[in-house]
């Protein structure tokens, strides 16, 4: 049995925007006002983010052409630089980064929850996180076309609440007095000064690009993946920064650089209060509750794939080793719907089980910032191998090949020295638990030896 392709274009876009629209972009205004100096500055930094998010798209839209799998990003390593790398990522996303990553935006939506409804306890916040993994758990248990349509009506709901939100900005709210201020391009002296005024903008606005990656694992359902999945990985990444700069301009329309330095967490609020009236509050609050809600709903629907891509790469290599069991069971497909049962099921019982011995899981996926964009370089700069050996004539390209997958390698390169400078006991910690796979590695291909020579 294997996982059926039933995902047409509108969904995998709607999967792609989903993950990438979270509650990043009602925050980051504000704290990005600590940086820019100028109004036009803070359109380069969004602007720019959002090329380099389209160089790695990209890349990746032409990987998962080459390779149309579940797990895209594994089956890449896996190709291009050998099994350990593939086993390595997986790993880490099956141990703590998957699990944590839905677990940390299960608890925000938990926390927004009781703002909506009125339920302000702790043990309430964590049931709404629970409930909600439940949700989508059972959702995508009915296959992907459930899972499909449920991410296209929330990012619809999310994209038109956005835009609402522009509109009121732009043509209702009053604007603020406008203020005279040139800003230069640097902060400080010379060269050092420039790229560290950058980088701080930089580092404050990518991440709320972050999500994309995690579309590639439903690539082995996608119909037709060598149009629609580049066209969607594209389109997608282009929409979600125009739908940014929008957003940017009609805050800075209303709240000006220095009052958003002033409360830089009121400025979505400020907006929404101005455009629409003092209960404008309880809405904002509902769309920003949505966008979190479809967030988690990708993350169900998407990191499942990835532990059924390289748990069924491991059910023959782990036989006659204790790890047999686990992998049979994570690779599990449900009967006529084709669905990864087995683990969608687990990657929601350990994100719950995440909920309620951690209450938040926040510090530890800081661990993982190093080896996960490691292995995002990694996985990128595997096009350099995989583009020659499996490339069709027929097979999508991305245009500006070798330089657009090396502007994303060069960009994620220095975050990662960056990250080892500024928080070098974090990463230590997440490259050591990271490395811990090792052995289990080791297991499974002694395991898997042992087996050929009976």
Same mark, same amino acid.
């Given at each position: 049995?294997?996982?059926?392709?039933?995902?047409?274009?509108?969904?995998?876009?709607?999967?792609?925007?989903?993950?990438?629209?979270?509650?990043?972009?009602?925050?980051?205004?504000?704290?990005? /006002?600590?940086?820019?100096?100028?109004?036009?500055?803070?359109?380069?930094?969004?602007?720019?983010?959002?090329? %380099?998010?389209?160089?790695?798209?990209?890349?990746?839209?032409?990987?998962?052409?080459?390779?149309?799998?579940?797990?895209?990003?594994?089956? !890449?390593?896996?190709?291009?630089?050998?099994?350990?790398?593939?086993?390595?990522?997986?790993?880490?996303?099956?141990?703590?980064?998957?699990?944590?990553?839905?677990?940390?935006?299960? %608890?925000?939506?938990?926390?927004?929850?009781?703002?909506?409804?009125?339920?302000?306890?702790?043990?309430?916040?964590?049931?709404? /996180?629970?409930?909600?993994?439940?949700?989508?758990?059972?959702?995508?248990?009915?296959? /992907?076309?459930?899972?499909?349509?449920?991410?296209?009506?929330?990012?619809?709901?999310?994209?038109?609440?956005? %835009?609402?939100?522009?509109?009121?900005?732009?043509?209702?709210? /009053?604007?603020?007095?406008?203020?005279? !201020?040139?800003?230069?391009?640097?902060?400080?002296?010379?060269?050092?000064?420039?790229?560290?005024?950058?980088?701080?903008?930089?580092?404050?606005?990518?991440?709320?690009?972050?999500?994309?990656?995690?579309?590639?694992?439903?690539?082995?359902?996608?119909?037709?993946?060598?149009?629609?999945?580049?066209?969607?990985?594209?389109?997608?990444?282009?929409?979600?920064?125009? %739908?940014?700069?929008?957003?940017?301009?009609?805050?800075?329309? *209303? *709240?000006?650089?220095?009052?958003?330095?002033?409360?830089?967490?009121?400025?979505?609020?400020?907006?929404?209060?101005?455009?629409?009236?003092?209960?404008?509050?309880?809405?904002?609050?509902?769309?920003?509750?949505?966008?979190?809600?479809?967030?988690?709903?990708?993350?169900?629907?998407?990191?499942?794939?990835?532990?059924?891509?390289?748990?069924?790469?491991?059910?023959?290599?782990?036989?006659?080793?204790?790890?047999?069991?686990?992998?049979?069971?994570?690779?599990?497909?449900?009967?006529?719907?084709?669905?990864?049962?087995?683990?969608?099921?687990?990657?929601?019982?350990?994100?719950?089980?995440?909920?309620?011995?951690?209450?938040?899981?926040?510090?530890?996926?800081?661990?993982?910032?190093?080896?996960?964009?490691?292995?995002?370089?990694?996985?990128?700069?595997?096009?350099?191998?995989?583009?020659?050996?499996?490339?069709?004539?027929?097979?999508?390209?991305?245009?500006?090949?070798?330089?657009?997958?090396?502007?994303?390698?060069?960009?994620?390169?220095?975050?990662?020295?960056?990250?080892?400078?500024?928080?070098?006991?974090?990463?230590?910690?997440?490259?050591?638990?990271?490395?811990?796979?090792?052995?289990?590695?080791?297991?499974?291909?002694?395991?898997?030896?042992?087996?050929?020579?009976?």
């Amino acid at each position: 049995m294997m996982l059926q392709r039933k995902l047409g274009l509108a969904a995998v876009l709607a999967v792609v925007m989903g993950d990438m629209i979270g509650s990043g972009i009602f925050f980051t205004p504000g704290e990005l /006002a600590a940086v820019a100096t100028a109004e036009w500055q803070v359109y380069l930094f969004w602007t720019l983010c959002g090329f %380099i998010t389209l160089c790695g798209a990209l890349t990746l839209a032409e990987l998962s052409a080459l390779i149309p799998r579940a797990g895209v990003s594994y089956h !890449a390593l896996t190709e291009a630089y050998g099994p350990f790398a593939g086993f390595m990522q997986a790993w880490m996303m099956v141990l703590v980064s998957g699990p944590g990553a839905i677990a940390g935006i299960a %608890i925000l939506f938990g926390e927004l929850a009781n703002q909506v409804l009125g339920t302000g306890s702790a043990g309430m916040q964590l049931a709404w /996180a629970a409930a909600a993994i439940i949700f989508f758990a059972l959702i995508n248990l009915r296959g /992907a076309e459930w899972g499909g349509r449920t991410q296209i009506f929330l990012t619809s709901v999310k994209v038109t609440g956005l %835009i609402a939100l522009v509109i009121g900005g732009v043509l209702v709210a /009053a604007p603020a007095v406008e203020q005279e !201020a040139a800003g230069t391009l640097q902060e400080g002296n010379g060269l050092l000064g420039f790229l560290r005024f950058v980088g701080l903008g930089v580092a404050i606005v990518l991440f709320t690009y972050d999500g994309w990656i995690d579309a590639s694992n439903v690539a082995g359902e996608v119909r037709n993946p060598n149009r629609n999945f580049p066209l969607a990985m594209g389109l997608g990444v282009i929409l979600i920064t125009l %739908i940014y700069l929008l957003v940017n301009y009609a805050f800075l329309r *209303v *709240v000006p650089l220095d009052a958003m330095r002033a409360n830089p967490t009121l400025v979505a609020p400020m907006v929404a209060e101005a455009a629409f009236g003092p209960t404008a509050g309880n809405a904002l609050n509902m769309l920003m509750w949505i966008s979190i809600f479809g967030a988690l709903g990708g993350l169900i629907m998407t990191l499942p794939r990835l532990f059924y891509a390289a748990a069924s790469e491991y059910v023959e290599r782990s036989a006659g080793t204790w790890l047999a069991p686990f992998f049979r069971t994570i690779s599990h497909l449900s009967g006529s719907r084709s669905a990864p049962s087995g683990a969608i099921l687990f990657a929601a019982a350990i994100s719950i089980a995440a909920l309620f011995f951690f209450g938040s899981f926040s510090r530890i996926v800081t661990f993982f910032v190093v080896p996960f964009q490691f292995m995002n370089i990694l996985m990128v700069s595997s096009i350099f191998r995989l583009r020659p050996r499996l490339s069709r004539p027929d097979s999508y390209r991305l245009p500006g090949y070798p330089i657009v997958p090396g502007i994303f390698i060069f960009v994620m390169a220095l975050f990662l020295v960056a990250a080892l400078v500024y928080n070098p006991l974090d990463s230590l910690v997440g490259i050591a638990l990271t490395l811990a796979g090792a052995p289990v590695y080791r297991v499974l291909t002694k395991g898997r030896k042992e087996a050929i020579n009976e």
